[in-house]
């Protein structure tokens, strides 16, 4: 079975500083991944997604995630944190060996910006 | 180009009842997801529609049962409501070959309370 697990339920930065937030996936076959943002009251919006391309993946809003194999992990990245930031984070993996558009979901994490 | 939209947006049942949540799909897409997002936790996939057929169903009962309309709308349906039926629930349309989907794109949600 497909599983991913975000690691952290709440991560608080400071404006500007690094934003990390984790993901690590479970898959038999090649994942599909995903991370997609909410804002409170909202539908979710795709930031990224990895197809088997590169491994390094440029999303929107100057967010980025590395594919790595070895670590079975797809992290979340920026590197200067903005106020507007501030949302819930859910990594996805795709059921099945394509997009099938069937999203496993994580917990969430929730992203604080702090002045 | 319209984004997928749903309605209503707030909705307040009983236990018991019965409820129909619908969702109009993006222009050109032809696959639409649903999904439940309990509060706190990240969505779970209920089913999808790939042109007016049921492609897929997650870990819900019978109780939860759809429909796609020839223009790629779609209705959920969700009978004898309990009282964790409570919880925002989502869709997505994208276009699909059937066996893979290009990126779904999210409506803002229904928010249900069953009482």
């Known amino acids: 079975a497909q599983s991913v697990t975000q690691l952290g339920s709440h991560v608080s930065v400071s404006e500007g500083a690094l934003v990390l937030l984790r993901c690590n996936y479970s898959?038999?076959?090649?994942?599909?991944l995903f991370w997609y943002v909410q804002y409170p009251n909202q539908g979710l919006q795709l930031l990224l997604k990895?197809?088997?391309?590169?491994?390094l993946v440029k999303g929107i809003n100057g967010f980025e995630a590395e594919f790595k194999k070895s670590e079975t992990s797809f992290h979340l990245t920026k590197p200067s944190a903005h106020m507007s930031d501030a949302a819930e984070y859910f990594c996805?993996?795709?059921?099945?060996?394509?997009?099938?558009?069937?999203?496993?979901f994580g917990q969430g994490t929730t992203l604080q910006v702090k002045p | 180009e319209t984004g997928v939209t749903q309605s209503p947006t707030h909705l307040i049942k009983t236990r018991g009842q019965q409820v129909t949540l619908r969702c109009s799909s993006q222009?050109?897409?032809?696959?639409v997801s649903w999904y439940q997002q309990a509060l706190g936790q990240g969505p779970q996939f209920i089913f999808q529609?790939?042109?007016?057929?049921?492609?897929g169903r997650g870990n819900f009962p019978p109780r939860f049962s759809g429909l796609q309309f020839p223009n790629y709308s779609s209705e959920l349906n969700v009978n004898a409501l309990e009282l964790d039926d409570s919880a925002l629930y989502l869709c997505?349309?994208?276009?699909?070959?059937?066996?893979?989907?290009?990126?779904?794109?999210f409506g803002p949600g229904t928010r249900l309370t069953v009482l």
């Open positions: 996805a993996v795709s059921r099945g060996s394509s997009n099938t558009g069937k999203l496993i």
């Open positions: 529609y790939y042109r007016e057929e049921e492609n």
């Open positions: 222009s050109g897409h032809n696959t």
């Open positions: 997505a349309s994208s276009w699909s070959s059937g066996r893979s989907t290009d990126t779904q794109y």
């Open positions: 990895y197809t088997s391309a590169a491994t």
């Open positions: 898959s038999s076959v090649p994942p599909y």
